[in-house]
């Protein structure tokens, strides 16, 4: 037998093609994100759930249109549709929020992502960016689903223009919704590593604080607790800082800017929060 080795060249190469770095990686995994959020590059089972909440919300949508266009009326404008769909966001987030982040704790594919030139604090922000972008369409389709059957129906320019400005209130009050509703939900998925515990923790997050709240407004009365206890819950916090924006019909006397500033420290926090989770998660 020869004692001499012999080297085979299976054809390996080293890469001489443009690294496109971190910025590049970072914006795949935001637009990633966002399909999952929608199910588009899946399988047809993953579709079913985020389609049918859209048709939902764009039937509200066609409705709307239907009635002002038989009554000449609103029945909802653009700042309080938010308002009333946001129990389906919140049952949206529930289900898209951990099929972002707790199925990559649960599968272990985070050393994947963390051997690219892409850093922890990118995922956790591409993955609430993709978030947030999905419950601001989720929210805005709807409202300009409503713009484009009532600016067919106006009567001249100036009615079209007021559309238009009601239109982008709308898209500002869904913004915050957006934020604030995304910022909690996301933050409380990237602690479980199970879909079900993740979605289970979201609900109860959003919805125990809605009872707590009713009783503080009712024991306030017409007082300052009354106008501050909403604000201690993500589905009466946005309609505050709306309140204070627009002087809608939901009162919270001056402390309008407070709710502006809870809303900031709030999604700063949970930002804070969730890339510093991302820190110290063991690989």
Not at 143 to 159: K, P, W
Not at 169 to 180: C, F, H, K, P, Q
Not at 247 to 259: D, I, K, L, M, N
Request: aromatic content about 10%; overall charge positive.
């Amino acid at each position: 037998m020869s004692d001499q080795s012999v080297i085979h060249d299976i054809g390996y190469q080293r890469y001489t093609g443009t690294r496109l770095g971190r910025g590049y990686a970072a914006r795949s995994l935001f637009e990633h994100g966002l399909r999952i959020a929608f199910g588009l590059g899946r399988s047809a089972k993953a579709k079913i759930f985020p389609w049918i909440v859209i048709g939902m919300v764009s039937a509200l949508a066609v409705i709307v249109v239907a009635i002002k266009a038989q009554t000449g009326e609103m029945v909802l404008s653009y700042q309080q549709l938010p308002s009333t769909i946001s129990v389906v966001a919140m049952v949206f987030l529930a289900v898209v929020a951990p099929e972002l982040v707790s199925r990559d704790l649960r599968n272990q594919t985070l050393p994947l992502y963390f051997s690219r030139p892409i850093r922890r604090s990118d995922y956790a922000l591409a993955k609430l960016a993709a978030l947030v972008v999905a419950v601001w369409l989720l929210l805005a389709g709807p409202q300009t689903l409503i713009f484009l059957g009532s600016a067919f129906t106006a009567a001249d320019a100036s009615g079209v223009a007021a559309e238009a400005r009601g239109l982008l209130g709308g898209w500002v009050v869904s913004a915050l919704y957006a934020l604030i509703f995304s910022s909690l939900a996301v933050l409380i998925a990237s602690i479980a590593s199970r879909r079900a515990f993740a979605a289970g923790a979201i609900v109860v997050v959003f919805m125990v604080t809605s009872p707590v709240v009713g009783l503080l407004m009712a024991l306030g009365g017409d007082g300052p607790m009354a106008q501050i206890a909403p604000m201690f819950s993500p589905f009466l916090l946005p309609e505050g800082v709306r309140q204070w924006l627009y002087g809608t019909s939901f009162e919270v006397g001056p402390y309008g800017p407070v709710y502006g500033l809870v809303t900031l420290l709030l999604v700063a926090g949970c930002t804070s929060l969730l890339v510093l989770r991302y820190r110290k998660v063991s690989l």
